[in-house]
């Protein structure tokens, strides 16, 4: 299978580069370098191969990427998809040149938020604009995107790298990410089994992911912070830790859906715990958390010591240290608790489920 998608892969970028070099000079002097993506295609070209499933059946360079649902393991699949991007933390990608890690947010930022509806991650397709492409750079980004790919199991099928000069300042680039998963009709995941007594555990979060960067770098820049200072109560710079990539809950939840009868799922992104948790509440429940319940992570102690800011301010912002929130029935806890520790997560019991006029969070 792999050597007949490697012999598809040579096909269509041989076809490709004949087309292009037609128009190299030409094109070159507008601004556009024909030649760095041909290089760029053939560094990302291995990083795509690691990443493959039995189900694809094309190989990088056609206008279209192939991907066979196998109605063996599916009797009435229902499609879920995801597109997301990485914001402003791009911004700190650029001043550290570090790029080797934020493919990992972009494929975490769209299959974290599809497994939320029990859909096992399928493909995922990337899109990278930039006003000159270097080829190296591409080649640390999609690194990064074929590891997420290989940490959620899911195929990375295809995508896009756009030059375009003019568009965007030297050295800079904007990513964006679309995935697509399945899961059986009637395991689909959408909270309206949750009900009063249900309990609410927390995943660990590696640090502020991929939102509240904006307000990161406000703080840095009012208060004429260092990015390759040591970051209190760790051993890494704080730049480090900022660039963390977002972890990635897949294989973990997949394994728990298979034993524990999970009602609702929670994606922690932007809008914190306050914004996300009441997505998967049903009418006239109300999500009770305890913020003492987790331990605060350093890169939060940091942001908050520095910038002065209340909880009421940045609660609503950023995760604090809780990317997953699940809901389950009191009665599985000590199961749940169990496979997810086993599957390498750290978890907490951060709240409960109560009566309500709507569906809303509250602090207790």
Same mark, same amino acid.
């Given at each position: 299978?792999?050597?007949?998608?490697?012999?598809?892969? =040579?096909?269509?970028?041989?076809?490709?580069?004949?087309?292009?070099?037609?128009?190299?000079?030409?094109?070159?002097?507008?601004?556009?370098?024909?030649?760095?993506?041909?290089?760029?295609?053939?560094?990302?070209?291995?990083?795509?191969?690691?990443?493959?499933?039995?189900?694809?059946?094309?190989?990088?360079?056609?206008?279209?990427?192939?991907?066979?649902?196998?109605?063996?393991?599916?009797?009435?699949?229902?499609?879920?998809?995801?597109?997301?991007?990485?914001?402003? =933390?791009?911004?700190?990608?650029?001043?550290?040149?570090?790029?080797?890690?934020?493919?990992?947010?972009?494929?975490? &930022?769209?299959?974290?938020?599809?497994?939320?509806?029990?859909?096992?991650?399928?493909?995922?397709?990337?899109?990278?604009?930039?006003? =000159?492409? $270097?080829?190296?750079?591409?080649?640390?980004? #999609? %690194?990064?995107?074929?590891?997420?790919?290989?940490?959620?199991?899911?195929?990375?099928?295809?995508?896009?790298?756009?030059?375009?000069?003019? &568009?965007?300042?030297?050295?800079?680039?904007?990513?964006?990410?679309?995935?697509?998963?399945?899961?059986?009709?009637?395991?689909?995941?959408?909270?309206?089994?949750?009900? #009063?007594?249900?309990?609410?555990?927390?995943?660990?979060?590696?640090?502020?992911?991929?939102?509240?960067?904006?307000? #990161?770098? %406000?703080?840095?820049?009012?208060?004429?912070?260092?990015?390759?200072?040591?970051?209190?109560?760790?051993?890494?710079?704080?730049?480090?830790?900022?660039?963390?990539?977002?972890?990635?809950?897949?294989?973990?939840?997949?394994?728990?859906?298979?034993?524990?009868?999970?009602?609702?799922?929670?994606?922690?992104?932007?809008?914190?715990?306050?914004?996300? #948790?009441?997505?998967?509440?049903?009418?006239?429940?109300?999500?009770?958390?305890?913020?003492?319940?987790?331990?605060?992570?350093?890169?939060?102690?940091?942001?908050?010591?520095?910038?002065?800011?209340?909880?009421?301010?940045? $609660?609503?912002?950023?995760? &604090?240290?809780?990317?997953?929130?699940?809901?389950?029935?009191?009665?599985?806890?000590?199961?749940?608790?169990?496979?997810?520790?086993?599957?390498?997560?750290?978890?907490?019991?951060?709240?409960?489920?109560?009566?309500?006029?709507?569906?809303?969070?509250?602090?207790?």
């Amino acid at each position: 299978m792999e050597a007949i998608l490697l012999q598809l892969v =040579k096909s269509a970028i041989v076809k490709k580069s004949f087309t292009l070099r037609k128009y190299l000079k030409a094109y070159q002097k507008a601004g556009v370098d024909l030649a760095a993506a041909d290089e760029a295609v053939e560094r990302i070209k291995p990083l795509a191969l690691r990443t493959l499933r039995p189900e694809v059946l094309s190989g990088l360079g056609g206008f279209g990427g192939l991907f066979a649902l196998h109605q063996s393991k599916y009797k009435n699949p229902v499609l879920v998809s995801g597109t997301d991007g990485v914001g402003t =933390k791009l911004k700190l990608v650029f001043e550290l040149d570090r790029y080797d890690t934020i493919g990992i947010d972009l494929v975490a &930022m769209c299959v974290n938020d599809i497994l939320v509806q029990g859909a096992e991650p399928l493909f995922f397709l990337d899109y990278l604009a930039c006003g =000159k492409l $270097f080829p190296q750079k591409v080649e640390a980004v #999609v %690194r990064g995107i074929s590891e997420g790919c290989l940490q959620s199991g899911c195929a990375l099928l295809g995508g896009e790298t756009a030059e375009m000069p003019g &568009m965007y300042e030297s050295g800079e680039y904007d990513l964006a990410g679309f995935a697509v998963g399945a899961v059986e009709q009637e395991k689909l995941i959408d909270g309206s089994k949750i009900e #009063v007594g249900n309990v609410l555990l927390g995943l660990a979060s590696n640090g502020v992911h991929s939102n509240g960067f904006s307000l #990161v770098r %406000r703080i840095f820049t009012e208060h004429s912070l260092n990015l390759n200072e040591t970051l209190p109560g760790s051993a890494g710079t704080i730049g480090e830790a900022l660039l963390t990539p977002t972890r990635i809950y897949v294989k973990s939840i997949l394994k728990l859906l298979e034993i524990v009868d999970v009602l609702g799922m929670s994606h922690i992104t932007g809008g914190g715990l306050t914004g996300n #948790v009441p997505r998967m509440l049903p009418e006239n429940t109300v999500a009770e958390i305890e913020k003492s319940s987790w331990s605060d992570l350093p890169v939060f102690s940091f942001l908050r010591n520095e910038s002065g800011l209340p909880d009421e301010e940045l $609660f609503p912002v950023f995760n &604090m240290g809780i990317g997953f929130v699940i809901c389950i029935p009191e009665s599985a806890e000590n199961t749940a608790k169990n496979i997810l520790e086993q599957s390498g997560e750290t978890v907490y019991r951060i709240g409960q489920i109560v009566s309500g006029n709507k569906p809303e969070m509250r602090w207790v």
